[in-house]
């Protein structure tokens, strides 16, 4: 089998990312569909993710520089992979189980300490748990997880395997 090259591969997972984002700056702004906190905190991990690629394809590094590249996606993935596995979960409550809902991340940011503000939104509150986006089943927290597991994956199994030339 045929792989694209070490740089096209990263500059692809660049592109996903940034559709990724793309899409989510559509729902929200042109549907309506306004992000909780764990969702912000979700696109900060794409984010991430899609910085690493970017890097890695603009540095286009020797074996061992595209394998810190891929320690550094994963890693990256992991982190936003790790929020959304939360995220599912919180929405997999029964509705009595369901934390009440809190205030909104900007008022958080402004009120509370960085570290309060970070306890909160990760405990969780109901407008995290509530379903309002599905495709094929899945809310978007799911795709997001789906999609952090392939882009973690590949950008490590990708970056650690040498190129043609190598």
């Known amino acids: 089998m045929i792989l694209p090259s070490r740089r096209v591969s990263n500059a692809i997972g660049f592109v996903v990312c940034a559709m990724m984002m ?3 700056y559509y729902q929200q702004f042109t549907v309506g569909l306004d992000p909780c906190p764990l969702c912000i905190f979700q696109r900060v991990g794409v984010v991430a993710v899609a910085l690493v690629f970017l890097t890695a ?3 286009n590094p020797g074996r061992v520089g595209a394998r810190v590249y891929g320690a550094l996606v994963a890693l990256a993935a992991l982190g936003g992979g790790a929020v959304a596995a ?3 979960w919180l929405q997999s409550l029964p509705p009595d189980q369901v934390p009440e809902c809190g205030p909104g991340l900007d008022y958080m940011l402004d009120a509370f300490p960085l570290s309060d503000t970070l306890r909160i939104v990760f405990t969780g509150s109901g407008e995290c748990a509530e379903v309002t986006w599905t495709f094929v089943g899945l809310s978007m927290p799911a795709w997001v997880l789906i999609w952090f597991v392939i882009l973690g ?3 490590l199994v990708r970056n650690c395997l ?5």
């Not at 040498?162 to 190598?166: K, S, T, W």
């Open 162 to 166: 040498p190129d043609a030339d190598e």
């Open 86 to 88: 939360r995220h599912v």
């Open 153 to 155: 994956g590949v950008g």
């Open 57 to 59: 394809a603009v540095h």
């Open 22 to 24: 793309a899409y989510a």
